[in-house]
């Protein structure tokens, strides 16, 4: 598993891969977080790694995640949306999915 991440203003990128296949490339409000669904095998990643948005390399999309709750222009908005993804989270954990 490996996920990159890019961050602009409005917009977060992450393209990721499971057990050496391509997930795709997911896009969502910079203030919101990851979820599996939100991946999309025919979407590009939106640049070259060592762009000016390039945030790094993440070994799971959990880490991906708490890296996006740290950040500081996170809007106190995104309780509900956090709370989402857990959810989701937990109930793909119990049925084996990643």
Known sequence: MGFALWIDSETAWCAGTHEYRPMGVAVIASTSLFSARD??????A???RGGTHFRGL???LVDVNMFMERQPERSQGSA???AVVRVRERTAARRGHT
Do not use: E, H, T
């Open 39 to 44: 991946f999309d095998q025919r979407r590009l």
């Open 46 to 48: 939106p640049g070259a």
């Open 58 to 60: 993440f070994a799971s």
């Open 80 to 82: 509900r949306q956090l």
